[in-house]
């Protein structure tokens, strides 16, 4: 495991925002949801699977940025790590991890135990490494970089 992410419900932000909701409560209202090609969508539907939890589902989508201005117009919400947001004014949206369970998003970097790796692949393996720690370091990602 290379890094992980907590994941967040984002919504259009209507008034204060409490910084957790349930995992029941944002598959309550209408969600944009990854494809199951997409980790975000196998998560998202493995949670809900598990704990029986129907999902009101707006739309299947795997470009967040393309239905950011819908998500803030209120039509549905997302479950998405911080990092998808950073960078942008995220004043009008409500940004709250999910609990109950907490849903985290795993980034795995993967070299083969079994053929002995050329020096290119440990060198961009390396590169990886040094990317994800320093985005860490810097804030630019809302996770947990593990080495």
Do not use: K, W
């Given at each position: ?47 809900a699977r598990e704990h029986d939890i129907p999902l009101k589902i707006y ?34 949206l409500a940004v709250r991890r999910v609990t109950e369970p907490e849903l ?6 993967a070299v083969s135990k079994v053929k002995r790796s050329r020096p290119a ?27």
């Open positions: 495991t290379l890094a992980l992410a907590p994941l967040f419900h984002v919504a259009r932000a209507n008034g204060p925002v409490p910084p957790t909701i349930t995992f029941a409560e944002a598959a309550a209202g209408p969600l944009f949801v990854h494809s199951r090609q997409n980790a975000l969508g196998r998560i998202v539907e493995a949670c739309a299947e989508v795997d470009d967040f940025l393309a239905v950011r201005p819908m998500i803030e117009q209120g039509r549905a919400a997302a479950i998405v790590p911080r990092s998808l947001l950073s960078g942008d004014d995220s004043t009008r985290t998003l795993y980034f795995h970097l692949v440990l060198s961009l393996a390396d590169v990886i490494r040094s990317a994800v720690a320093g985005a860490t370091q810097a804030g630019q990602f809302d996770g947990e970089f593990r080495n």
